[in-house]
């Protein structure tokens, strides 16, 4: 089976404009959770897609948003990005959630000037 | 209180020595305990996991202990190798729920020396 995959893997953008990020979980995956990995602050949940709907969420700004569709295919979008929204983005699926094993993609880092 | 505490930030062992990364959490409803590897340039990988009503687990040269009156747990590597070299982290799962949620250590950077 292919593993999880994120695109792009590198972005850059500026302060202000918004951004949207993909994940292609494994095959047969209903679940897609993002994470932001920084330096400073580790590996953070920003929020789970289960069958297109959000299970669970983070605590992070509504400026984080995300969908599923029904193929399982998730996107996650940042708007207004601010400087300290730089981070490496990942994603990983499972097939029933949280707890069950989760399989991350490389994921993609986001450099915000 | 859902915080999940994890120690030494960095490690360095030589090649054949036992690595040993701690995790400490508050939470005492967390319940399912996973350990990640992560590698330059990868995600994070699942190494082994536990749940609360146990006080081991060993899988090859990777074992947990589980100690829940203490709310500690910990990451034994035997026989550490080069390839061993790796970012762990520890991780600690919320209650069912919408809190439901993965909490993470802020790692520990192994070094094995070879």
């Known amino acids: 089976k292919a593993g999880v995959t994120q695109t792009p893997r590198y972005l850059i953008k500026t302060r202000g404009q918004q951004v949207t990020l993909s994940c292609s979980p494994i095959?047969?995956?209903?679940?897609v959770s993002w994470y932001q990995q920084t330096p400073g602050q580790g590996l953070q949940f920003l929020f789970e897609?289960?069958?297109?709907?959000?299970?669970n969420k983070g605590n992070f700004p509504g400026r984080f948003s995300g969908r599923q569709f029904s193929n399982s295919r998730s996107e996650m979008n940042v708007s207004t990005l601010e400087l300290g929204d730089s981070a490496l983005y990942l994603c990983?699926?499972?097939?029933?959630?949280?707890?069950?094993?989760?399989?991350f993609g490389p994921g993609t880092r986001l450099l915000v000037l | 209180q859902q915080q999940v505490k994890q120690s030494p930030q960095s490690l360095i062992v030589q090649k054949g020595g036992i690595s040993i990364i701690n995790c400490a959490y508050e939470?005492?409803?967390?319940?399912?305990f996973p350990w990640y590897q992560q590698f330059p340039g990868k995600g994070p990988a699942l190494l082994i996991a536990?749940?609360?009503?146990?006080s081991e687990k060993k899988e090859g040269r990777f074992t947990i202990s589980f100690n829940k009156s203490a709310k500690q747990f910990s990451l034994h590597i035997m026989d550490s190798q080069p390839g061993d070299s790796a970012t762990y982290f520890c991780?600690?799962?919320?209650?069912?729920?919408?809190?439901?949620?993965?909490?993470f250590g802020s790692g520990t950077q192994l070094t094995v020396l070879p």
């Open positions: 990983a699926s499972s097939s029933q959630g949280l707890g069950e094993t989760q399989y």
């Open positions: 095959s047969g995956h209903r679940s």
């Open positions: 897609y289960f069958s297109e709907t959000q299970r």
């Open positions: 939470n005492t409803a967390f319940d399912y």
């Open positions: 536990i749940r609360p009503d146990v």
């Open positions: 991780a600690a799962r919320a209650p069912s729920g919408s809190a439901r949620q993965l909490t």
